[in-house]
């Protein structure tokens, strides 16, 4: 099994940034791809960034020019880089790993990020 603990999170006022942090343990060497996605209050959970091997990458339109997403050479820690916050991006955040065959996804418990006016 895989295990991911994500850290970083927290509130800023508009306009800041923070950065997110997602590390995996247990069997990594089954992760494919390595992503962040988030869930508003009465929203559905939805694709952040995601990031494979190659390494390429993947962005919700939403968050384009000010997110990025970057992954260790050791390919087991995943980051975020949040600029430019908006309080539309307030949500809870969660990192995902996508294992190689039919092992069930795996997920962080997730990080709250607030993001104030």
């Known amino acids: 099994q895989v295990q991911l603990v994500e850290s970083g999170g927290g509130s800023v006022q508009a306009g800041g940034s923070l950065t997110l942090s997602c590390a995996a343990s247990g069997d990594t060497f089954s992760i494919y791809l390595m992503g962040w996605y988030r869930q508003a209050p009465g929203k559905q959970r939805e694709l952040v960034a995601r990031?494979?091997?190659?390494?390429?990458?993947l962005y919700a339109d939403s968050v384009k020019g000010r997110f990025t997403i970057s992954r260790d050479k050791a390919g087991n820690t995943v980051h975020l880089q949040m600029n430019s916050l908006k309080p539309e991006d307030t949500a809870v955040y969660y990192c995902?790993?996508?294992?190689?065959?039919?092992?069930?996804?795996?997920w962080g418990q997730g990080t709250q990020v607030t993001v104030s006016p």
């Open positions: 995902h790993a996508d294992l190689v065959g039919t092992a069930p996804d795996a």
């Open positions: 990031i494979a091997n190659g390494p390429s990458t």
